[in-house]
């Protein structure tokens, strides 16, 4: 079955960056992409960006274009989300999610709480 | 950019109710249209796509219907388990979500 696991909660300090880990598993790591969405807490949902794990060709939201950065390693079929230049509004949960060829979302992660605090 | 706007934000309805939840593109999206559950504390859940289409597992009391900027998503009957937060998603080019309609039992 297919499942996206993402790696554990984080808390970062303004300005740090932090990396979020998205393990794919039960499909073919390479032939859909993978979307980035973050939820504040209480807010609603916000797309942050795309990635195609077989090119490794990405596209962002402008809200965070110079910002975030989506990566894969294909030999462990995992995606990743960094984000820099951390500050409180970034804290989130912060999820991936399969994309259909269609181009909607048919299985998410269980989401990664970031914690920007001093 | 196209902008999406759900209307009501919230409702509160008794079980067995038919609920509706409108959607709406500030341009014409053809059907490029999701729609998708969240439960309280849960990751978001895929309900339709294609603004009409059921996804595998989702039970039939839910449906969609529209297209261009006007879109539904219609509980024909309101259960206890549908109390959720529902999004509606535009895909044919940058993605979008709506800002969310949540559901409650009366």
């Known amino acids: 079955q297919v499942q996206l696991v993402q790696s554990g909660a984080e808390v970062k300090k303004p300005g740090a960056s932090v990396k979020v880990s998205c393990k794919a598993s039960g499909y073919t790591f390479t032939s859909y992409d993978i979307n980035w969405v973050r939820q504040a807490t209480g807010q609603g949902l916000e797309w942050m960006g795309w990635?195609?794990?077989?090119?490794?060709?990405?596209g962002y939201a402008q809200k965070f274009q110079g910002r975030v950065t989506m990566t894969r390693n294909t030999s462990i079929s995992t995606a990743y989300m960094e984000l820099s230049s951390l500050r409180s509004e970034d804290t989130a949960v912060y999820y991936c999610a399969r994309e259909t060829r269609r181009g909607y979302f048919d299985y998410w992660g269980q989401g990664t709480l970031v914690t920007v605090s001093s | 950019d196209i902008q999406m706007t759900q209307s009501p934000s919230s409702l509160s309805a008794s079980v067995g109710d038919r609920v509706t939840i409108t959607c709406r593109a500030s341009q014409g999206i053809s059907n490029y249209l999701a729609w998708y559950q969240q439960k309280p504390g849960k990751v978001p859940k895929l309900l339709i796509y294609?603004?009409?289409t059921l996804q595998s597992g989702v039970p039939s009391r839910f449906s969609g219907s529209g297209s261009g900027t006007d879109f539904t998503l219609t509980i024909s009957s309101l259960q206890p388990e549908d109390v959720a937060t529902y999004y509606c998603?535009?895909?044919?080019?940058?993605?979008?979500f709506g800002p969310g309609t949540k559901v409650d039992i009366k």
């Open positions: 990635m195609n794990p077989n090119s490794g060709n990405t």
């Open positions: 294609a603004a009409s």
């Open positions: 998603q535009k895909y044919n080019s940058a993605l979008t």
